[in-house]
C-alpha cells in the first residue's frame, strides 16, 4: 500500500477562496483523522470519521471549516471562506480498529498558505 | 479529559551523547501511550508504544521509553544519538476504552549537533 495520500502538497490562496483538501485513507482502515499543526498550537485533533461517519468534530474550530468521507477511500476538509490565520500544515491519518493501541498512519502533509 | 505536557520544546544534544526528551500526561482514566517522530516535511511516524504488560518499550533504531504510574510520564531516551536522529518528537495518549483519538503534546524538537 502507499499509505495515506494527501493533495495537494502544497496550496496557496487568497483569502476568501475556497480550500478543498483531499486525502485518501489506507486501504481498509476504517479510521480517518484531520489534525493541523501549528507553530503556537502544536497539532490539534479536528474532526475522526469511522466507517465514514463522522464521531467528533468537536475540533473544528469554526463553521467555515467541514468535511466529508463520501466513501471508504476518500475524504476532503473544506474552508470557505479561508483566512491569513487557517495557515498551517494540515494531516490526515488513518488507523484499524484492533481494538488495542492502534497506531495511526499519516499522510505527508497539506501545507496551506493563506495571503 | 486527557492531555499531555513536553516541557521541552528544543532539545540540542552532541552526536554519541545521550538524550532524554520528557513526557507528562494527565488522564482520569487508563491511557495507552505513544512517541511518534516527524522528520522534516514529512507526516509522523510511530517511534514506539506501551499498551500493557513491561513498562519498558523499545524501538527498532535504539529508543527506549519507560511507562511510570506513579508520575504519569513516559520519557524518551536513547544512549548515543545520531545524527540522522534530529527530528521533532511527540508524546500521544488515547483512552483505553476508546483507543482511536490520539491527543498529542506539543513536541521537541531534537536537534543533533556533530
Known amino acids: 500500500d502507499a499509505g495515506v495520500i494527501q493533495s495537494p502538497r502544497h496550496e496557496v490562496t487568497e483569502m476568501g477562496q475556497e480550500v478543498t483538501l483531499r486525502c485518501k485513507p489506507i486501504s481498509g482502515h476504517d479510521y480517518l483523522f484531520w489534525y493541523r499543526q501549528t507553530m503556537m498550537r502544536g497539532l490539534e485533533l479536528l474532526i475522526y470519521?469511522?466507517?465514514?461517519?463522522?464521531?467528533?468534530d468537536s475540533g473544528m474550530p469554526e463553521d467555515r471549516f467541514s468535511a466529508k468521507m463520501p466513501n471508504a477511500s476518500f475524504s476532503t476538509l473544506k474552508i470557505q471562506p479561508s483566512e491569513p490565520r487557517d495557515s498551517a500544515v494540515y494531516f490526515c491519518a488513518s488507523s484499524f480498529s484492533q481494538g488495542m493501541g492502534t497506531e495511526a498512519f499519516f499522510g505527508q502533509g497539506t501545507r496551506l498558505t493563506v495571503v | 479529559a486527557q492531555s499531555v505536557t513536553q516541557l521541552d520544546s528544543q532539545v540540542p544534544v552532541f552526536e554519541e551523547a545521550p538524550v532524554e526528551l520528557r513526557c507528562n500526561y494527565s488522564s482520569s482514566v487508563s491511557v495507552y501511550l505513544f512517541w511518534y517522530v516527524q522528520y522534516p516535511n514529512q507526516g509522523l511516524q510511530l517511534l514506539l508504544k506501551?499498551?500493557?504488560?513491561?513498562?519498558l518499550v523499545e524501538s527498532i533504531n535504539g529508543f527506549e521509553a519507560e511507562f511510570n504510574k506513579s508520575q504519569t510520564s513516559f520519557h524518551l531516551r536513547k544512549p548515543s544519538v545520531h545524527i540522522s536522529d534530529t527530528a521533532e518528537y511527540f508524546c500521544?495518549?488515547?483512552?483505553?476504552?476508546?483507543?482511536?483519538?490520539?491527543?498529542f503534546g506539543s513536541g521537541t524538537r531534537l536537534l543533533v549537533r556533530p
Open positions: 470519521f469511522n466507517n465514514n461517519v463522522p464521531i467528533d
Open positions: 506501551y499498551l500493557s504488560g513491561s513498562t
Open positions: 500521544a495518549v488515547t483512552r483505553m476504552d476508546s483507543s482511536y483519538k490520539l491527543i
